[in-house]
């Protein structure tokens, strides 16, 4: 049978039956190349039943930890042996630094490292590696040309607990051409993943991200991986936050806080002492929140600014909370105390760049606005969480011992909270000031606050 020829663009990888002179896709022209034919295998009946397996015995994945516990916090319990991780992030967050100091300290556990870099040399690697401590033994291996090949051979050599590679963009094609082309991404990546299942080495890989913040590259490069990362710079710039988009091993509601210092990434033991200063003088505009993020709780503070509008169009901005969200707070808080706030500009902020989409922030927002519309200073001692309804009822939230809990430990002493549901058991500290709505809410806020 006759085999046509198919073209495919080597700007976008977008496909087309015939030559075009321009991509229709991307508009690029003269980027149409001819693709290659893709061949059936050919598989015998014995070869295909060989590979055919069931599940009546189980096992869990075998993971292990990297000894960072806050990357191991993310990942699900640890790295899982055969995974293919991908980590992005914007340039000179940190994304190399970290995964040097996970090979270090797996390194300096004598476990086999491999580490792969096509954007640094073995010595720019080495002053790293001097700051963050040293190395004293020679179980960290370093590879400077990524290509498929080399990478094969060196896990066949050393059989390493983990490959690390800095980064994707920088892999090499058999011709020693930089794939930087999206159809060689892709088969960069699924070249990666096959090594990774059939050795069960763990790889690694950094990618490069493009303005608007997602991985360079096809989309289909974050389907083929097991585990997409983003590395993240919180707003103060002192903290790094690591979160999982993606995660076939494990859940992406954790999320990993470091603090960058000379000596590397120290972990955050505590994120919500490092987001919370309780010793501040009372101001009007805030008001504090605990948030689940996975198995932690986090106590933030929530931070409304109003200030008069210059234009006919009032904005309403946030950093860290959905915008539609907080035009519907501000609707909620006209209907229910019939006050126009459309000579207002008003912004909401989360201390420490926290990014949440939890419904129990609803409460809290609304009260920082509250409080700033009528300048009441609120204790630093007082928190509040809930849902807040469209007719300004306050709903229950889930985890609300874990919430109470954590902010007794930090020293809350009042919450103003929903009504609990029946089958809760609520720890008795701190006091629970309960509120049916938004009014009744307000009216404990300027009690506590006169």
């Known amino acids: 049978m006759k085999q046509v020829a198919s073209y495919s663009c080597a700007a976008c990888n977008a496909h087309f039956p015939k030559w075009e002179g321009k991509c229709r ?5 003269g980027t149409l190349i001819v693709s290659a034919p893709v061949k059936a295998a050919k598989t015998t009946a014995t070869k295909a039943a060989t590979s055919l397996r069931n599940f009546s015995s189980p096992q869990g994945a075998t993971r292990f930890p990297t000894g960072d516990e806050e990357f191991d916090r993310v990942l699900g319990g640890g790295v899982v042996a055969g995974a293919l991780i991908l980590i992005g992030g914007d340039p000179g967050v940190g994304k190399s630094t970290l995964l040097l100091q ?61 490959v690390v590679i800095d980064s994707l963009q920088t892999m090499r094609t058999e011709r020693g051409a930089t ?58 710039g002192l903290h790094r936050i690591l979160r999982a988009i993606k995660n076939r091993f494990g859940g992406i509601t954790e999320i990993g806080v470091w603090q ?37 709780v986090f106590l933030v503070e929530v931070q409304a600014l109003l200030s008069p509008t210059r234009s006919g169009n009032a904005k309403r901005r946030s950093s860290g909370f959905d915008t539609n969200r907080l035009q519907l707070i501000t609707a909620v808080i006209e209907k229910q105390f019939r006050k126009s706030l459309s000579n207002f500009d008003i912004h909401c902020n989360l201390v420490g760049g926290l990014k949440v ?19 009441l200073p609120v204790p630093r001692t007082l928190m509040a969480y809930g849902e807040l309804g469209l007719h300004g009822d306050v709903r229950p939230v889930s985890e609300a011992a874990r919430r109470l809990e954590t902010a007794k430990r930090l020293g809350i002493t009042a919450a103003i909270i929903a009504s609990p549901r029946v089958d809760e058991k609520l720890p008795s500290q701190p006091k629970k000031l309960i509120a049916q709505t938004l009014l009744e809410a307000t009216t404990l806020l300027k009690t506590l606050s006169s």
């Open 25 to 29: 896709n991307c508009e690029a022209w």
């Open 179 to 236: 794939a930087n082309r999206p159809r060689d991404l892709a088969d960069a990546t699924d070249a990666l993943l096959e090594i990774a299942k059939h050795t069960a080495t763990p790889i690694v890989i950094i990618g490069h991200v493009t303005k608007t913040g997602g991985i360079a590259g096809p989309k289909l490069i974050e389907h083929t991986v097991d585990t997409v990362l983003y590395f993240e710079k919180s707003d103060d």
């Open 357 to 375: 989409t939890e419904p129990a922030l609803d409460l809290p927002v609304a009260l920082a606005i509250i409080s700033a519309i009528h300048n």
């Open 260 to 296: 960058m210092a000379a000596a590397g990434l120290c972990p955050v033991q505590n994120p919500s002492a490092t987001f919370i200063d309780l010793t501040k003088r009372p101001v009007p505009g805030t008001m504090l929140a605990p948030l689940v993020q996975g198995s932690r």
């Open 102 to 162: 996970i090979a270090r300290h797996l390194a300096l556990a004598n476990r086999s490292i491999l580490y792969v870099s096509g954007e640094e040399s073995g010595e720019q690697v080495r002053l790293r590696l001097n700051r963050l401590g040293g190395i004293t033994n020679d179980a960290l291996h370093f590879l400077d040309e990524p290509t498929i090949a080399n990478i094969t051979h060196g896990i066949a050599t050393l059989k390493p607990a983990l």
